[in-house]
Structures are given as C-alpha cells and as structure tokens.
C-alpha cells in the first residue's frame, strides 16, 4: 500500500473528497451528478463530519498529501423506493451502518486503499456498538450488489 496516510476526513479535506467523489460519478459511473442520489458528494461536512455516527474516511498521496481515495459510513439504511421493501426492512435505518463512497482514483487503484478504508469503517462501526448490521451497496442496473459480493472477506451480515 506504500505509504499512504489513512485518517478520518477534516474540514480541509472536505474539496478534494468532493473532487474524487464527483470525478468517479462522472468519469467511472457516467451518471453525473444526480441531486437525490448524491447529495452527500456536495456537502460531506454536513453528511459525515457533523453526525456523531457518520464518518468519512480519507487517503492521502504520500508525495503531495492530495486526497486520492474516500469512504464514508452512515447510518441510513437503503430506501425503498428505489430499493424492495424486503431490503429496506432488512437493513433499517439507525441499525444499520451503510457504507458509501469508497472510491479510489484510477492511478492508485490495485493497492489496496479501498480494503484498508472499508476495514477501518468496520471497526468504525464496531466500536459504535448501535449497529446491528453492515453493510454496502452498489447501485447497478438490475438493482443493488451486496457487499458479501464485492468485500467477501469483510462483510458482516445482521443475525
């Protein structure tokens, strides 16, 4: 992983998150920016900082400290619509801590960043002891990918 910084996100590290953040819904999801799904992208502070049981994670270039990777933990469950109602039920909301946001730049990828930040966020939400279940979801076409498909060896599912 070389040596790059992994810390919780502060107020100066709120332009570049934004900056990762949007460039991957641009550059990598060709969705843009979509004001109902991605809210959060335009005020981090406000989705991540201020919450006592949110976080937004940051990873920092060794060589010029600029942020190159984000994830972020919240505790809003997944909502129905666009999700069922039977996923919704699943992982309700305040008991479920919902990873979002792990997003590494193109030209640091394959180092292991995105694992490191999502093992921080369990841990995240572990210590919270309030969660019931965690979990992360990737938003397709034919509907959400559970994290047990893309983080199988990190995954923690409710009882």
């Known amino acids: 992983m070389l040596d790059f910084c992994i810390r919780a996100a502060g107020p100066d590290d709120i332009d570049g998150a934004r900056a990762v953040m949007l460039d991957t819904v641009y550059r990598d999801f060709r969705t843009g920016y979509v004001p109902h799904w991605h809210g959060d992208i335009i005020d981090p502070a406000a989705a991540y900082l201020d ?11 060794p060589a010029d400290g600029a942020v190159v990777a984000t994830a972020a933990l919240d505790s809003r469950g997944p909502l129905h619509p666009p999700n069922s109602r039977e996923l919704a039920a699943r992982y309700p909301s ?10 590494v730049r193109p ?18 939400a572990a210590a919270d002891g309030g969660y019931r279940g965690r979990q992360r979801f990737r938003r397709t076409r034919a509907g959400p990918v559970l994290a047990a498909g893309e983080w199988p060896k990190l995954a923690v599912h409710p009882a």
């Not at 006592?52 to 920092?60: F, K, M, Y």
């Open 107 to 124: 030209e640091h990828r394959r180092r292991g960043l995105a694992r490191h930040l999502v093992a921080d966020l369990l841990t995240f």
């Open 51 to 61: 919450p006592a049981r949110h976080t937004l994670l940051v990873a920092l270039d």
């Open 94 to 103: 305040g008991e479920t801590a919902q990873l979002r946001r792990v997003y």
